[in-house]
């Protein structure tokens, strides 16, 4: 039976109560802006209004990728010097904040240039790399260098889950009418699932303490001191090795350090980066615009619909890792990954009907496999107190994340 403070430990409700909060949030501003883009250039024509939209985004991920940039590294690395919850609660907190002022805007009518401010806002408290980097430290800390592949893919499950769950019901919950105001009652349920998850933080979640895992998964056999009988034989290589090396020991007791190449590591390093940068540009940031004018034109349900089927990949990505680590190398279930999102993004290029938008989206099926796989192999040749190199990868991808809206293309109802 798993004890309390195992289950303190567990990332999992911040990561999936995080996650539900931010999929209401999403469509909740896609809407919010839309539809005063929709009332305030009314008769400008419609490709004057996506324009208007498009410049909104741009500027908007602009802030929110480029304001974390010297925050992030400091906050991580607090992370790593003082607590390991720094870097977890202070995102959170920019986001409640965030939050707040997007229903402010809502409620008092201010200018829509203020949601400007929270983005600000939200990238100087961290913002999502911080968040996530610590997400993954935490989670890699309670974790064997075995299990750490499943640990962090199953994180990554529970956020999908999540988006999932959030983005089928956010569409509904807009058009609710509890309010005199469209949209404030979905950001609201929001800013309530950000507090939550922050008290969840900082009252119930317990860093797992160093050296605990490795001292649980010790061999019951045997006595003190005296070496195990199968100390002898030439131990199996650990996950992860046929990518970077590891360190064994052979009969001789003669330790053979096969040290991890620099080179690989930066390659890999790379590769991450270029893949988050083609995943952010095109799901992110490219199709939540397209799918609002012709061909598709979505109303908030089935943009709930749409964000949903992009979570499924989570889990899909999730039952891959699962199913096929046993019997394929890293290298090639990080090829197939991205051969997945190459021909789920071609197919979503001439995507001009709905059934076609769904069918790219299953196409992309293994979309997810190459970053956390990429991560925990990485993870497990750097010291714990380099985890604080993750956040450079999410702040790339963020930074960088708005330039194709200056390269989107509207004509013939393609991207």
């Known amino acids: ?41 009314e008769g400008a024509g419609e490709v004057a209004q996506q324009k208007a939209i498009s410049n909104f ?3 908007y991920n602009l802030v929110l990728g480029l304001s974390p940039l010297l925050s992030a590294y400091f906050l991580a690395r607090l992370g790593d010097e003082k607590h390991r919850k720094i870097p977890i609660c202070g995102p959170l907190c920019g986001y409640l904040l965030s939050r707040l002022i997007v229903l402010f805007v809502i409620l008092l009518d201010w200018p829509i240039e203020v949601i400007y401010g929270s ?115 030439e131990p199996q290589a650990a996950e992860g090795t046929r ?16 040290t991890p190449s620099k080179v690989i590591l930066a390659l890999l390093f790379t590769s991450a980066v270029l893949y988050e940068l083609a995943v952010a540009g095109a799901i992110v940031d490219v199709l939540q615009l397209f799918v609002l004018k012709e061909p598709l034109k979505w109303d908030a349900v089935m943009i709930g619909y749409g964000n949903a089927s992009g979570y499924v990949i989570f889990i899909t990505s999730f039952l891959g890792i699962y199913a096929l680590s046993r019997h394929l190398r890293d290298t090639t279930m990080i090829a197939l990954g991205m051969l997945s999102f190459s021909a789920g993004i071609l197919i979503m290029a001439f995507a001009r009907w709905t059934y076609l938008y769904f069918v790219a989206r299953a196409v992309m099926l293994f979309t997810l496999i190459p970053l956390p796989t990429i991560r925990s192999t990485i993870s497990k040749r750097v010291q ?6 993750w956040p450079t990868r999410n702040l790339t991808g963020r930074a960088t994340a708005q330039f194709p809206h200056d390269h989107m293309k509207y004509h013939d109802g393609q991207l």
Request: charged share 10%; proline share 2%.
């Open 384 to 389: 714990e107190s380099s985890y604080v190199l």
């Open 57 to 59: 985004y741009t500027i």
């Open 119 to 233: 983005a600000a806002l939200n990238g100087l408290s961290g913002g999502f790399a911080t968040y996530w980097s610590g997400i993954m430290a935490l989670a890699a800390l309670g974790s064997s260098e075995s299990r750490r592949s499943l640990r962090l893919i199953i994180i990554e499950l529970s956020y999908g889950v999540a988006g999932f769950i959030g983005s089928l019901a956010s569409g509904h919950i807009f058009t609710l009418n509890l309010t005199y105001r469209q949209g404030s009652t979905l950001i609201s349920f929001s800013a309530a699932l950000y507090l939550l998850c922050i008290l969840y933080s900082l009252c119930v979640l317990k860093v797992p303490q160093a050296g605990q895992l490795s001292h649980a998964n010790k061999e019951p056999n045997g006595v003190k001191g005296e070496p195990s009988k199968n100390s002898t034989s």
């Open 243 to 258: 990518l970077l090396g590891a360190r064994v020991a052979g009969n001789s007791g003669s330790e053979v350090a096969l």
């Open 1 to 41: 039976m798993v004890s309390l403070i195992v289950v303190r430990t567990w990332i999992e409700p911040v990561v999936a109560g995080a996650q539900l909060a931010g999929s209401l949030y999403d469509t909740g501003l896609l809407m919010v802006v839309k539809n005063y883009y929709n009332s305030s250039a």
